[in-house]
């Protein structure tokens, strides 16, 4: 028996118009769906945003990932889950891996990916971009990431605004993805940089309860959300305009 061919699939941003056409084909023709979720409970709006477009027989299964800085036991949830999912394929089932955004930025399918591909090399991968949550960011405010010869400098927030002390003084245009809980220390670094009056946070774009931060000091005493960016432009003033669509 040949084995079946994975899937990882970006289904977008959190609205559902925005997943490709290529990626809801795929998920109507998939025999096995994995998403990833927290050890702590089950939810996946990866899972919510493809559900339309699965078949009533697939199979959805949730593999938990530890929130943990600990690098041992992350490598050894990525490699136990990895080995679930090539047992899975090795049936010669067809198997999506569902992540938020796209699949090769800050996703965790790139981590089960590694494994899979160190453990079963034989395992055929397609792998589909999804559009990014700053993309979409940038479209519901009608404001061009970049222009001309600028430059896009796209940031983790996970550990706060560390990363970008380093490099602010090269920095034009810049993304913070996952702020979450880090968004104040994010504020603090622009604000120091200069670019704060040039930014501008999105929490849950094109989500029910959207916010637009127009003052990024705001994240100094607001109530951190998990989905969190923030969008920084240097030495322009950024008038952000959100859409009605």
């Known amino acids: 028996m040949n084995p079946g061919t994975l899937y990882g699939i970006g289904v977008g941003p959190g609205d559902p118009d925005l997943i490709t056409m290529k990626a809801a084909r795929i998920l109507g023709e998939a025999d096995v769906v994995f998403a990833a979720s927290s050890?702590?409970?089950?939810?996946?709006?990866?899972?919510?945003?493809?559900?339309?477009?699965?078949?009533?027989?697939?199979?959805?299964?949730?593999?938990?990932?530890?929130?943990?800085?600990?690098?041992?036991?992350?490598?050894?949830?990525?490699?136990?889950?990895?080995?679930?999912?090539?047992?899975?394929?090795?049936?010669?089932?067809?198997?999506?891996?569902?992540?938020?955004?796209?699949?090769?930025?800050?996703?965790?399918?790139?981590?089960?990916?590694?494994?899979?591909?160190?453990?079963?090399?034989?395992?055929t991968v397609c792998s589909v971009p999804g559009i990014t949550s700053y993309q979409a960011a940038a479209s519901r405010l009608n404001t061009p990431l970049v222009e001309g010869e600028e430059s896009l400098t796209l940031l983790s927030g996970v550990h706060g605004g560390g990363r970008f002390r380093e490099i602010s003084h090269n920095a034009e245009n810049v993304v913070f993805l996952k702020a979450y809980k880090n968004a104040s220390d994010i504020a603090k670094a622009l604000d120091d940089a200069g670019m704060s009056a040039n930014s501008v946070g999105i929490v849950k774009c094109g989500l029910e309860g959207e916010q637009i931060i127009n003052d990024v000091n705001e994240f100094r005493d607001k109530k951190p959300d998990y989905w969190t960016l923030i969008i920084s432009k240097k030495g322009k003033n950024f008038v952000p305009q959100k859409t009605n669509q």
């Open 39 to 123: 050890t702590k409970n089950t939810h996946s709006q990866a899972v919510e945003i493809a559900r339309p477009h699965l078949k009533d027989s697939v199979l959805v299964r949730m593999i938990p990932f530890p929130m943990t800085k600990d690098m041992e036991t992350m490598e050894s949830a990525w490699e136990k889950n990895a080995l679930e999912i090539i047992a899975t394929l090795e049936k010669g089932l067809d198997v999506v891996f569902l992540t938020l955004g796209d699949c090769m930025t800050y996703s965790t399918f790139g981590y089960v990916l590694r494994n899979i591909q160190r453990l079963a090399p034989h395992i």
